[in-house]
């Protein structure tokens, strides 16, 4: 009873706390900006392996001898190296931070892609797509969840989807870029960002978040200050943080048995769940193959490829702009829907095309459905499950559920990847199909399942999820 009337007690307090008004939290500083843009820097390598083997497959293939089995397995290695990242991104947020997490990904990453512009075999490609694969299955975890633990509640949505603008960033520079530079430089040039981020990582503070965690209250007040400003009262902020953290603290510690308890299976749902419409969909088929499909359709890969990547950045702008104003969940119920449809409309240019109908109109419909299909992915599904994953889990199951969840992404991944080639060679149109099937099945996960975490702080958003079931567990 006692340890139920304490946390009750700290219950009533944060409640208190979040009800008072506070200027600081509308604050914007430079510390924020700076602080951003350095951890989606990482986002922009992202985006460079994701969109690469589109880019990339003509000359790779040519210059290597690459068979389409080895070509494959290539593109997939990423995914399968980002799951291996994904297993340890979580214990080592925890361990070294999220700075320090970061840095280590950037050795990966550098690693890996130094490894592919100077390769002499097939082998020095592989171990380099691994490794810049396990880079990016830390920056997935460790880049949302940073910009989430240090923006302001009211633009947290905003800062955390900038990780989306830079992925597609880096895909538009490889999309728009293949067609007149070689696979080796656009492979030194997903390294540049990676650099970049290492030398911004000692001018940025570290998660406030994080450092409450790990007990380190007089470096906690020094984060926020500088990411409030000097002259900011965040006495709020850190009691706030503080009361939140010895609740979670006293109610488990991190493993992966707590993940079973009752309070958490939604969010543990949700979390999975959106990972795996993310990949199922067919979202990793259409942005690594993105030539391979215009190719089949009859439709130029160089002009396809030039105006899908000069449209990458704009589309995601509209996400980065609306996701907190419209909220996530109508974000994410458009663009599964959109998905859904243009996967079966382009199943259906495919079925006209192999019954040879309209064929002067099918490479053009292809084209427009392969864009729309892109533009409705990137306003919700590309970016926003990050974005959840980021605001839903409590501190003391982040490092699991975290860890569980990029890992069901990159696995997920890993599978369309390596699958995707050898399901169109056995039915183009079947193989949209597919995805637009899964495309509604997320439309309705999505309704009856994600919840709205616009406008509220973490603590919050971890209260209304777990509370009730918290009262529940002590009745």
């Known amino acids: 009873m006692m340890v139920v009337e304490g946390e009750r007690s700290m219950e009533e307090g944060l409640l208190k706390l979040q009800n008072q008004n506070d200027a600081s939290d509308c604050r914007i500083t430079s510390c924020v900006i700076l602080s951003t843009f350095v951890a989606i820097c990482g986002s922009f390598s992202f985006g460079v392996a994701t969109g690469y083997t589109s880019g990339a497959e003509i000359g790779i293939m040519k210059d290597m001898g690459l068979s389409i089995a080895e070509f494959s397995a290539f593109g997939s290695f990423s995914t399968l190296g980002a799951a291996v990242g994904a297993l340890f991104s979580g214990k080592m947020a925890i361990m070294l931070g999220r700075r320090g997490t970061m840095w280590v990904s950037n050795i990966l990453c550098i690693t890996g892609w130094l490894s592919i512009a100077f390769a002499k075999d097939v082998l020095w490609l592989d171990f380099g797509r691994i490794s810049s694969g396990m880079g990016i299955g830390l ?260 490092v699991t559920a975290g860890s569980l969840v990029t890992l069901a992404s990159w696995s997920s991944s890993s599978i369309v990847t390596y699958a995707f080639n050898f399901l169109f060679e056995w039915s183009t149109q079947g193989t949209f199909y597919i995805f637009g099937a899964i495309g509604g099945g997320a439309f309705l996960f999505i309704w009856l399942l994600v919840p709205e975490t616009k406008g509220l702080s973490l603590e919050e958003i971890q209260i209304s999820l777990t509370g009730q079931s918290d009262e529940k567990s002590h009745m």
């Open 139 to 398: 920056i997935s975890y460790v880049v949302p969840v940073y910009i989430a633990e240090i923006t302001p509640k009211h633009v947290r949505g905003t800062f955390t989807f900038s990780n989306q603008l830079l992925q597609n960033a880096g895909i538009a520079m490889v999309y728009f870029c293949g067609n007149f530079l070689n696979w080796r430089m656009m492979a030194l040039l997903g390294a540049l960002p990676c650099v970049i981020q290492a030398v911004g990582l000692f001018f940025v503070p570290e998660s406030p978040r994080w450092l409450a965690k790990v007990g380190t209250d007089k470096e906690l007040e020094n984060s926020l200050l500088r990411l409030r400003g000097r002259d900011a009262d965040i006495s709020r902020e850190v009691s706030e943080i503080q009361l939140m953290t010895k609740m979670i603290d006293s109610d488990s510690k991190s493993s992966f048995g707590d993940l079973i308890q009752r309070k958490y299976r939604h969010t543990l749902v949700v979390g999975i769940g959106l990972m795996l419409i993310q990949q199922f969909s067919g979202s990793a088929a259409v942005i690594y193959y993105a030539s391979t499909i215009f190719r089949k359709a009859g439709f130029s890969v160089a002009i396809g490829s030039t105006i899908l990547g000069l449209f990458m950045i704009p589309k995601a702008m509209i996400g980065l702009i609306l996701v907190d104003k419209w909220g996530r969940r109508p974000l994410l119920l458009t663009s599964a829907f959109g998905m859904s449809i243009t996967c079966m409309l382009l199943g259906l240019a495919f079925a006209l095309q192999k019954m040879q109908l309209l064929p002067e109109l099918t490479p053009v419909f292809t084209f427009i459905c392969v864009t729309l299909y892109v533009a409705t992915y990137a306003i919700g599904v590309g970016g926003l499950p990050w974005v959840i994953m980021s605001e839903i889990f409590p501190m003391n199951i982040k």
